[in-house]
Each structure stands twice: as structure tokens, then as C-alpha cells.
């Protein structure tokens, strides 16, 4: 099991310099709206992956008017301490580890794990592919080290293969060298990358079926149909196959970076056919199956994050969702509110929860 | 707890200078074009220029000018040089079978500063990058491809980046120079560069060189 005891903000976001303690096992974050309730959520984020949860730019997560921001965590693993730290300072991100700085940031992750449910999250299904391609990788990147920098390689290699593409319709003639050391490292990188998708959703179907079960109360079957050019072909032969097609177009068409996943309800194509109420259900229990296949892959408990969740669940799910947390064996939940009174008449008496209000 | 970033919040504002004289603003803003050098630091330079005797700052704006003017590029490695041929070129004590492919002639400097290594250079001028507009027709590679061919080098050791780009160009020119008798080898790899050759400290740098790779190590099927 692994927990986060205690949290420092400096110069993050809308805090300009705060310090929280989280004792139980379910920490309720209350406030008004505005008040900091989810980043302080995604500080929490932050400190297991190095990069917030909603904004891709770290300038985004700095306080106004100044210039960087700083996070640290007492994380607790193994009931050993470790206490991370991140700065980002005028574009660079420094992460240390008992005071220790990373040779490289990538090692980090995989180390403290923590899943996210938010509001804007139904997007997972309702969205284009590469949402779910994120999301995959997210999870892979985890479990598997050589996963993420062979996906950082093919990402850095398809963007370069792309230029070479657009660069060939300046020449007149074309000595395709490079190309073939593109293709043949994107080959590799796409394989593998291929190969380990695959073989994550044997893992992780059935505990996507359990969850849903237990959220609905039904006996739907769910299925996820893992679609990908590589099961035709090899990467190698798409390359070598379409390049007239890559040509004319400048830019690579088929790989592993067009992979998409189709969410199937009883046979019914969900992002098309499924009503609010079961999308929601679908996006739990794919959360919550994330949480459990990490849990189980990585050896530990990660935290889970539910942001401004209950507001909008019926009782239903949320009975579902607090027999599902509260079950002996979960992990750390912090959690946001704009009502106290709320959590605590759906937590009921006795239970293990402390209220931070901002 | 004191923020550690908040001192910069005061820091002054110097956008906004104001000269008493326009030969001392000139000169400073001729300053702050160069990289890493703010306004502030300028006006210090230029003060302290102010302070020198008329005679040594002569001798500063005649090296900077002469040096702009009269330097050349070696024609053999693309280095810089006072003549057509550098003086490591003209050397003939180093070893001419042996030539280090580098970058830029930063690179060349860094690994003189070892004092371990005798051979002889191949400056690139960058590496293959499309992304950045840069083909091998902005490259150094054919006068690389002749000197393999005509002037006896037996070996090339390759000294780029340890990045896609750096490991592409050393695909590059190991597919161009396929069929000649040349051994190519690279420097160590999983020492911690840095990023940029020229930042290694100079220890480092000479245990790479000699603790040198041949490529079936470093590009994945390289012959294919
Ligand atoms: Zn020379």
C-alpha cells in the first residue's frame, strides 16, 4: 500500500505557499466552488507523474505573477518514507527523491500511482482515439519501463518521419537512407508498443466486467475490441506497403499512433448507443478496473482521486461506488465536495474520513 | 517557510534604461545581442570597458574584428582556421588513419581539451533532422565519403548526440560509406553526456573515446 501522509504547495496554482496532512483512509476536500479544491487534488497527481492530470502546459500550473512552483510530497510505501519533490522553474522541471534529483524524470514513473476520476472524464468514451490511446499508455507506462521509452521514441521518430515526407516534395531525387533507418526503428518500437496493448486487455477485461456488475447491479457483458493496422500486417510491411500513400500525403498513415479502442456493452457500440446513465457506469468501471489492474501489476495500492464526483451520481451508484471504496483492502481516497454534509451522510457513521476545508 | 522563487518578482526592470549618452546605449545594445547576455549584463561590460586603458580595448575590438574577418574553414575538416587547412590537419604527427565525426566545432574543442585523443576530425556542421530542415545536403557528407576514400582513413569514430537525430545520421553515413574498407566505431554510450558533447567534463569525454563501440552495437541493423 502505498499513501501520500503530507503535501506542500508552493507558488501552485492558487496557492501561493499551503501544507495539508492526510491521516485517514478517505480525506474529503470541502470548499466553494473556486476555491482549490481540484488542484490541490491534481498536486496530488502531480507528485506521482510529474505532469497535472487537466493541463498539458506547466506554465499553467504556476501562480500568477510568478516565475515557478514547487510540490512535495511525504509519500509512504511499504511503511518506509520517501519524500518527493518537484520544482519547475522558467521551463525546467527538476524531480528529487530524498533530496536526490532523477537522472532522468521517466524514471519516476511507475514508483507512487494514483487514478483520477473527474467531471470531464466521460470524454474517455465519447471522444476521438487518441484520448484512449493516452489513457492506455498511461497505464502501460506504468507497469511495463521499456513500454514508454520505446512510445517516446516512435512519437519523436514519426514526427521526423512526417518532415522527411514533406521535405521529399522539395527534391528531385529522393534517397530514401533515412527512411529506411525510420522505418526499421518504428517497426521495433511499434511492435513491441503493439504486442503489449494487446495483451493488456486479457488482463484487464475482466476486472472491467466485475466493476461494471457491481456499479449496475446487471449482468451485461462488456467488451473491448482492440482496434489496430498491425493485426493485418507487421508495422514493417505497412511501411514498406504504403509509402506511395505516405508520400502523397506527407505524413505516415498507418501505425500504431492510429490505435483505437471500441467500447461494446451487450453488444452495442457504447460511444453510438448507450444511455448517460450507462456511459457513466462504463467510465467507473473503467477506472476503477485501472486502479485494480495497476494495483495488481505494481505490488501496491494506488490512490485514488475523485473530484467532484458525487454531486452528479445517483444513489444507486453512489451506494456502488462507497461499498467499493470502503471495502476492506482499498487504498488511500481523497476526494472533493462543495458539500460536507453531503459526504458525510453518504460515508454514515463510523467511517474513517477527515475533512480538509479550504 | 520562506517561497524560493519570490526574490525574481523583485528584481529590477531594466527594459526601460535610460542613457545619458547614446555612444554608451549603442554599445550596449550591441552586447545584449549576444546569447545569454541581458541588458544588465551589458551595461556592465560596456562600464567596464569605459574603465580600460584606450589601447587595451583597441587590442579587444581588433581581435573581435580580425577574428569575424580573416577566420576560415579548414577545406580537409570544416574546422576553423587561420589558413585553407587547420593546424590539426597540417599536423603530422596525429594519426591521419583515424577521424572523429563531430557536430560542431565546439565539439572539436571539447574533445582537445582531453589531450587524449591524436587523430584527426570531420566537422558535420549538425546532424539529419527534417524536422528542422536539415538533409543530408546541408551536411559535410560527401567531402566525409572522400576523404574515407582517398586519404587512407581506417577508421571514423562517431561523436553525435546520443539522440535519434545523432543515431540516425550515424545510419546515415555508415549506409553511405558501406562499401569502403573503413571501420566505424562510436563513442561509449550510457555515459551521462550531459546532453551535449560539449558539456561533458573532459574526464568523461576521454573515457568514452577510449572505451569506443563498433556500430553493430549502437544502430540496429545497420548492414540490413
Ligand atoms: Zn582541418
Redesign the pocket.
Same mark, same amino acid.
Given at each position: 500500500m502505498s499513501r501520500l501522509n503530507k503535501i506542500i504547495l508552493v507558488q501552485f496554482r492558487n496557492y501561493s505557499s499551503a501544507s495539508y496532512q492526510f491521516t485517514a483512509a478517505v480525506t474529503c476536500i470541502t470548499g466553494p466552488n473556486g476555491s482549490g479544491k481540484t488542484n490541490l487534488l491534481d498536486a496530488a497527481y502531480y507528485l506521482c507523474y510529474t505532469k497535472s492530470y487537466f493541463n498539458a502546459s506547466q506554465q499553467n500550473n504556476v501562480q500568477a505573477g510568478t516565475d515557478g512552483f514547487r510540490l512535495e510530497g511525504t509519500f509512504e510505501k511499504d511503511a518506509r518514507k520517501e519524500i518527493i519533490s518537484c520544482k519547475w522553474k522558467q521551463g525546467k522541471k527538476e524531480i528529487l527523491a530524498n533530496g536526490v534529483e532523477y537522472d532522468r524524470i521517466t524514471d519516476h514513473i511507475g514508483k507512487f500511482s494514483s487514478v483520477m476520476i473527474a467531471p470531464d472524464d466521460i470524454a474517455l468514451i465519447n471522444d476521438g482515439s487518441e484520448l484512449r490511446r493516452k489513457w492506455v499508455d498511461s497505464i502501460l507506462s506504468q507497469v511495463d519501463s521499456p513500454y514508454l521509452d520505446k512510445l517516446l521514441r516512435y512519437q519523436r521518430i514519426l514526427l521526423q518521419r512526417n518532415a522527411w515526407l514533406k521535405m521529399q516534395s522539395t527534391v528531385t531525387t529522393i534517397d530514401a537512407t533515412e527512411l529506411e533507418y525510420y522505418n526499421n526503428c518504428m517497426a521495433e518500437d511499434g511492435q513491441y508498443i503493439y504486442e503489449r496493448r494487446k495483451q493488456f486487455l486479457q488482463g484487464f477485461l475482466p476486472l472491467l466486467n466485475d466493476f461494471y456488475h457491481r456499479l449496475s447491479g446487471g449482468k451485461e457483458i462488456l467488451q473491448v475490441a482492440y482496434e489496430s493496422d498491425l493485426s493485418q500486417k507487421t508495422l514493417a510491411e505497412w511501411l514498406q506497403y504504403n509509402l506511395q500513400y505516405d508520400m502523397r500525403y506527407q505524413r505516415t498513415l498507418r501505425g500504431i499512433h492510429k490505435d483505437d479502442w471500441v467500447f461494446v456493452l451487450s453488444g452495442m457500440n457504447v460511444k453510438q448507443y448507450a444511455s448517460q446513465g450507462q456511459k457513466k457506469s462504463f467510465l467507473f468501471a473503467l477506472k476503477l478496473a485501472q486502479y485494480a489492474f495497476l494495483s495488481k501489476e505494481m505490488g501496491h495500492l494506488p490512490i485514488l482521486l475523485l473530484d467532484d464526483v458525487f454531486e452528479k451520481l445517483d444513489q444507486q451508484r453512489i451506494e456502488a461506488l462507497l461499498s467499493i471504496i470502503r471495502a476492506p483492502g482499498f487504498g488511500q481516497v481523497l476526494l472533493t465536495d462543495t458539500h460536507e454534509d453531503r459526504i458525510r451522510l453518504a460515508f454514515g457513521q463510523g467511517a474513517d474520513i477527515e475533512f480538509v476545508r479550504l | 517557510m520562506c517561497p524560493p522563487f519570490l526574490f525574481s518578482k523583485f528584481a529590477g526592470n531594466f527594459d526601460q534604461m535610460v542613457f545619458s549618452s547614446k555612444l554608451i546605449e549603442d554599445a550596449v545594445q550591441e552586447f545584449a545581442l549576444l546569447p545569454g547576455i541581458g541588458k544588465k549584463t551589458a551595461l556592465r561590460l560596456v562600464l567596464q570597458l569605459l574603465k580600460m586603458d584606450e589601447q587595451d580595448v583597441d587590442a579587444f575590438t581588433t581581435a573581435v574584428g580580425r577574428m569575424r574577418h580573416e577566420v576560415q574553414f579548414?577545406k %580537409? =575538416?570544416?574546422?576553423v582556421?587561420d589558413t585553407e587547412? =587547420?593546424m %590539426? =590537419?597540417v599536423n603530422r604527427a596525429r594519426n591521419s588513419t583515424q577521424v572523429c565525426v563531430v557536430e560542431t566545432i565546439r565539439d572539436v574543442i571539447a574533445i582537445e581539451s582531453t589531450q587524449q585523443y591524436n587523430g584527426?576530425?570531420h566537422v558535420l556542421g549538425g546532424i539529419l533532422s527534417p524536422l528542422d530542415g536539415i538533409g543530408p545536403g546541408q551536411l559535410y557528407i560527401n567531402t566525409l565519403h572522400d576523404r574515407v576514400k582517398n586519404n587512407g582513413v581506417e577508421e571514423l569514430i562517431m561523436a553525435l548526440s546520443p539522440t535519434i537525430e545523432g543515431d540516425t545520421t550515424v545510419y546515415y553515413i555508415a549506409r553511405q560509406l558501406k562499401d569502403l574498407p573503413v571501420r566505424i566505431t562510436t563513442i561509449a554510450r550510457g555515459i551521462a553526456f550531459g546532453g551535449e558533447l560539449e558539456y561533458a567534463d573532459e574526464m568523461t569525454l576521454a573515457r568514452s573515446i577510449a572505451k569506443r563501440l563498433p556500430i553493430e552495437n549502437y544502430v540496429n541493423s545497420a548492414g540490413s
Open positions: - | 579548414c %580537409i =575538416c570544416h574546422n582556421a587547412v =587547420c %590539426i =590537419c584527426l576530425y
